[in-house]
């Protein structure tokens, strides 16, 4: 289980948005002004934004620090890690997490502080599109569809954007650091389970969609990401393997 830096006073904000980050020069920027332009929606509450870098060797954490971000470091390259990281440093009362080649819509944001805050819901997450199809039917338009449909039947929340009581997320462990892949899966279950023994609810939001970087799709071919999912469904222990997860992690020589 993880634990947050100080015992004594995790909180000092409303929320805390948490973003992990490998070498995201490129796309940080446009999450950055996003998120900008969806805070000012939150202009009641307060907030603080912390950049996770994953020992990028590229401009990430000028990025980060030229748009007000928290920068915290974490050198081993796991995404479960990086998340819980961050969140062992965050001081909100409730956590966003939101990867870096993301755009979250300002009323997806504030629908999601909004429904925390009635207390009835404890965490969430967001249906999601990507920002181009690359002309891919079965990666670009059936995938995120199919996706869509599983997170909203089963309330299951996608890494790209999570959102949760910081309290509920200690409490469950945060992000399970045995695995490389999948975590936010795991997550999701541990929260549900959690929220239904408390008599609670889940949300996942339909619309707007939060919007994702479909470069992978100029990285990789349908069989390709096809065999990315067969861990997914049906060989979980695959996912605790660094080397199996490897789609998730290499990245072409010039992104």
């Known amino acids: 289980m993880i634990l947050p830096s100080s015992q004594e006073n995790t909180t000092g904000y409303d929320y805390s948005v948490i973003i992990p980050a490998y070498n995201e020069e490129k796309f940080l920027p446009k999450t950055l002004e996003s998120l900008e332009l969806a805070c000012q929606e939150l202009n009641t509450y307060s907030g603080e934004w912390i950049v996770v870098d994953n020992n990028s060797t590229d401009n990430t954490v000028d990025v980060a620090k030229k748009y007000g971000c928290k920068v915290v470091p974490e050198s081993i390259r796991q995404i479960s890690r990086v998340r819980n990281t961050g969140a062992k440093n965050a001081r909100g009362k409730y956590f966003i997490f939101l990867d870096a080649d993301t755009i979250v819509p300002p009323s997806t944001l504030y629908q999601a ?52 009581r910081s309290d509920l997320f200690f409490k469950c462990g945060g992000f399970p650091e045995s695995h490389y892949a999948g975590e936010e899966i795991i997550l999701s279950k541990k929260l549900k389970k959690e ?61």
């Not at 429904?115 to 249906?127: D, N, P, Q, R, T």
């Not at 599109?129 to 599983?150: K, Q």
């Not at 023994?197 to 949300?203: D, H, T, Y």
């Not at 339909?206 to 069989?223: C, E, Q, T």
């Open 113 to 164: 502080i909004q429904a925390l805050e009635g207390e009835e819901i404890l965490c969430g997450g967001a249906k999601l599109s990507f920002d181009n199809h690359h002309g891919r039917w079965f990666s670009g338009r059936c995938l995120p569809s199919m996706w869509n449909f599983i997170s909203q039947k089963m309330k299951l929340f996608a890494g790209s954007f999570i959102f949760c």
């Open 195 to 255: 929220c239904r023994k408390m008599g609670k609810k889940v949300l996942v939001i339909s619309s707007p969609k939060v919007i994702s970087s479909a470069r992978k799709l100029l990285w990789y071919n349908d069989w390709s990401i096809f065999k990315m999912m067969i861990p997914l469904i049906g060989l979980p222990f695959f996912l605790k393997n660094h080397q199996a997860c490897k789609f998730w992690y290499n990245r072409p020589t010039k992104d």
